[in-house]
């Protein structure tokens, strides 16, 4: 099992930043990819970013530029830092793990608040 817990959200201006920490702990191995997800009020969650066991990245169209993924293999940790926040990037923020057994497993952090508004 893996444990993924969220922190880092808020309420931020138009135009500011924050920077979102997922920390994983439990059986953290076979990774395939690490990444975050948001679902704003009426919306389908959708994928923000993600993070290959490799180092390739991946970012929604609405994102590219603004929002960066990384980790810190050492803490078994994925940030999201965010800039230039939109009130349309308004929505709970899920850390994501996805571990390659064969199968695929899907792991789910408890969501984190993001509230871009002025």
């Known amino acids: 099992q893996v444990h993924l817990v969220e922190s880092g959200g808020g309420l931020v201006q138009p135009g500011g930043s924050l920077r979102l920490s997922c920390a994983a702990s439990?059986?953290?191995?076979?990774?395939?990819?690490m990444g975050w997800y948001r679902q704003a009020p009426g919306k389908q969650r959708e994928l923000v970013a993600g993070?290959?066991?490799?180092?390739?990245?991946n970012y929604a169209d609405a994102v590219k530029g603004r929002f960066t993924i990384s980790r810190d293999n050492a803490k078994n940790t994925v940030f999201l830092q965010m800039n230039s926040l939109k009130p349309e990037d308004t929505a709970v923020y899920y850390c994501n793990v996805v571990r390659r057994l064969g199968a695929l497993y899907d792991y789910w952090g408890q969501g984190t608040q993001v509230t871009v508004s002025s």
């Open positions: 993070l290959t066991s490799v180092g390739v990245t």
């Open positions: 439990g059986t953290i191995s076979n990774i395939y990819t």
